[in-house]
Each structure stands twice: as C-alpha cells, then as structure tokens.
C-alpha cells in the first residue's frame, strides 16, 4: 500500500513523544506518548492521552503502543517479508473487547487490521500506523460430543482446534499447517486433507458470531442474516469480525494412513499425469497433492546427495481405517518405484503437522499465488515442469491440489467461495531467505500463472495469494456473478469500508 509504505518510512509522521505520559492506573505498564495514529485515508490523526487512556479502561486485554513491552513480538506476522509497525494493538480478551476496539477505530477513521493467526501471506492482518484488532488470545474451542458441533473463537488456530477435536474423535475439515488461523483459513475456503469426503472448512461452517462495522455482534446462519453468512464462507475477512466460528464435525479415529513418495524430478511429467489419472478415480476419502520442489540443502531427512536436486512428490492422507488407506493409496507408492517412500500409518494430528518445518515463522519471506484450473491439460503440464527448473530458491515449490467429491457436489452458488467446479488448484509457493533476492522470487510465481492462463484472468484462492492490493476488476473477475451480490452484502454490513485490509470487495 503507498499509504502505508510512505508511513512506514517517514517515521516523523508520527507525533513527537514531548510529552510522556506515565500511567498511574494497571492497564499500561510503559510510558506513552501523544499518539498519532493513521487514518483510513491516509492522514495522521492525533488521539489525545484521555481518549487512549479510555480505551485502555474499557478492554478486558491490552492495549499496546509502540513503547510497549510485549509490542516488537507481538506486531510480528508469519510471512518475514511483512514489516509494518502499526500505531496500536488491541489485543482482545473477549468479544466486548472487539466491540470495543471496532467501534473506537470506526468513530476516529483509523485505518484498520484484523488479525487471527496472522497467516495471511499478504499481510492483511496488520498495517503501518494505524490499529491492529489481535484476537491470537481468544483461542478458546468447545467441542459438544454428542451433537458433533465445534464452538471456535476467532484467534485459534488449526492446533487448537483439531485436539480439541481429536481428543474426543471428531474432526472439523481444515488446512494443513497447524499454526495457521481458523479464522483467515474458513473465510476464504480452507482446504486440506479432508477436503474430498467432507468439503471445505467454510462449508462445515453451522454460525458465525460477527461483530460489524456498527458495533452490532450479530449472528450468522442459514436461518439468521443468510445474505452474511453466503458472503462470509469465501470472501474473506470483509463483513465484520468473527468472534466465534460454530462449525459442523464427522468421527475421525486418531490413526490415518499417509502417503508420502518422493520421485527424482526428472520424471515430473509422468508423474504429474499419472496423479492426475490416479485422482480422477480416487475414493473421496482420500485428498492428496503433488508437489513439484528441490530437496532442501542441509535437510537431515534426506542423503545430501539429493540435496538440490529436483524432485516431485504425492502426498496425501485416507480419512478411514489405515488397513483401507493402506490398500487404496498403493498405486501411488507403486508407481515408477519412488527414490523415497515416507508413508506409513500416523495419527491424523502429526499428518496435521507433516509440513509445519517448511514454513517457519518470521525466518522466510513468502510469496504466494495461485490459478484454479478445470482440468490439467498436458500443456499445463509442460508449462509447470518448464518453470519448476526455473525456481530461484530451493525452498519454494509448486503445489497441483486435486479437488472433487463434497467440495464439487456442492452447488457452485452455495455460498460465495471462487474456483469450487475447478477439478485442480496449482499452488505455486516461493519462500527465501534474503531481500536481495526478492525481486528474482516474486517473478517466479507471477509468471507461471500468466503462463498458464494463456493471456485471461483465472481464478485464484483467496488464502494463496500475495497481493496486498487486487484491483477491483481481478476481484470481479475472480468472482463472476457472485461478485455483484457481495458488493450489495459489503454495502449492507460495511457501508464505509472499515474493513478494507483484505482481498476488499468495495461497497460501491
Ligand atoms: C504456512 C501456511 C500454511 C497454509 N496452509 C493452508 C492449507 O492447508 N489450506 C488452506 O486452505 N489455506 C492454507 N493457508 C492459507 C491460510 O488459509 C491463509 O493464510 C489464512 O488467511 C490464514 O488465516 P489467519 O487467521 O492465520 O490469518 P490472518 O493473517 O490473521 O488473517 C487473514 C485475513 O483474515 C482476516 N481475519 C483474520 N481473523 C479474522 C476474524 N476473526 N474475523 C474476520 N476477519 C479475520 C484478516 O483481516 C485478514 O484479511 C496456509 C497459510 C500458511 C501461511
């Protein structure tokens, strides 16, 4: 954002600290300054120590300036290429706080955050000088047994939520790295392992508790605000702040078979062809990727003389009994005899957590896009092997995820989610070390998925993608003829756009 970035270098914009103010009452432990804080329209607005300190008084949680203590940690987001300082962080407690903390940022025009898990490969969920709504303390899930129903609040993550869930054999369909927020994740979709035999995250949404631009916490549903609770399964963070996600859970034993074979990258296209032939016909139990990468130099997992070379990969998991899993997913490891072979029974938690250590923290910068694709053309094939020997950094990767069973039954109107009839979703993933090379790694995405839209917009998943700015054509186009539906939806709920730091619909 050139707001924002212009912000992030003048630091002078800010108001000087002349005068520091030392807090008498519990709710600040370091001194603060005179504060000015962004507004969504770019200028510098001054909130008077009264109005902060009144603030303070209100949240059950903290609230945190730039002096202090727990604010350098807690400002930080996943992706290390994201470095903004916003002027005030809300971390809530509860959902009064979030009605709090909206209502203060709408009545003084501040440029807004939301943040769940803070995952968001574009970091949406924070911003230069304005104020950050941090929910990563409301963590808490519920899970009712008996009527397979999971209460989640809005700053838990897939950790969180999955043993909750496991500990009493149930699970809810969501992504697979455990760190990743449920929030962000259910907005725009949410896929993983499960997606085939029960759907996409927002799919098995029962409810969402939604605190809107107004204040108002209201409750969306099928039976409750229905135009809200379509727009929120898919369009991300737009509408309001989900304080508390309700959503639908299936019986899970904790062992699962998983497969994982790894096969020399110089036969990328006939095992590319021969996954998409293997899913094509593929019980909906089992959801897999094929992922095209570089053994990673310095890995102790593989024999460092495969470090740096090419490989592609299947990998999945059966959501049944292992004996079944075993059974139906060894064509894959029979298949061209693989250089290695992972697979094995595991517990569904740990294949939740099977690529945690790819995607560290605040170590790597990431850049992220993505296409949905009808089918997988052998030309697309071609233009996928073509540009995986092309990869700038031995860490990235592309991922081919095929998508069938509930996520395809589904009518394609059933809520506001782009790209569900798409039977592939290539996933193209460039995550490095060091800011000189972020220009070589940035290009690498964006020029394979022009290569294969062939000169027209695509689709692409909202959760996958690096752009801090889509322009409002490639949101209409991204969302067809849904898209005209969510610009009446964000009128209705967010008429003056305070939710914007997002992939944002416009109100008009
Ligand atoms: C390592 C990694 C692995 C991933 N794996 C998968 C995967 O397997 N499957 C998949 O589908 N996706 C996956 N993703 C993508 C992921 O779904 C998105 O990055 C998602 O936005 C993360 O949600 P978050 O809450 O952590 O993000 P945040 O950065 O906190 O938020 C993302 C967006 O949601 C909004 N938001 C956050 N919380 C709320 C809330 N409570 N109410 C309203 N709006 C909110 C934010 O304002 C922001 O616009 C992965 C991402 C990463 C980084």
Redesign the pocket.
Known sequence: MVISERLFHQQSLYCQPETIYTCQSSWISTPMPDLCVMSHTGKAIELPDETLQKLASRLHGDLLHQESNAYETTRK???GIINKHPALIACCHDQNDVITAVNFARTHNLLL?????????A???TCDGGMVID?SRMNHVSVDQAARVVHVE??A?LADMDQATQAVGLVVP????S???????T??????WLRNLWG??CDNLLSAD?VTADGQCITASHAEHPDLFWALRGA??NF????RFTFRAYPLKPDVWFTAVYHDGRYMKEVLQFYREYSATAPDEISTAAVCGQFPPGSRDFPSELHGHPYVMIVGMYAGSVEQGQKVMQPLRDFRKPLIDFSKPTTHLEAQKF?DED?PAGELR?YWKSLFLAELSNDAIDTLVDHASRQPSPLSGIEILYSGGAVTRLDDDACAFAGRKARFLIFVESNWKEAQDNDANIAWPCDLISALQGGTEGSF????SSTAEEKESTMRHNYGNKYQKLVAIKKRYDPTNL?R???NIKPS
Not at 174 to 177: D, E, L
Not at 187 to 192: K, N, P
Not at 461 to 464: G, K, M
């Open positions: 987001v996943w992706n955050a939301v943040r769940g898990g803070g995952h968001s490969v970091g949406h969920s929910l809005g700053g993550t969501a992504g697979a790295v760190d990743t927020g449920i929030a962000g994740l907005l725009g979709g949410g896929i993983g996409l995250t939604v991300g963070g309001g702040v989900v304080t690529f995607y990431y998943y909202l959760n996958f939710f730091l997002n992939q």
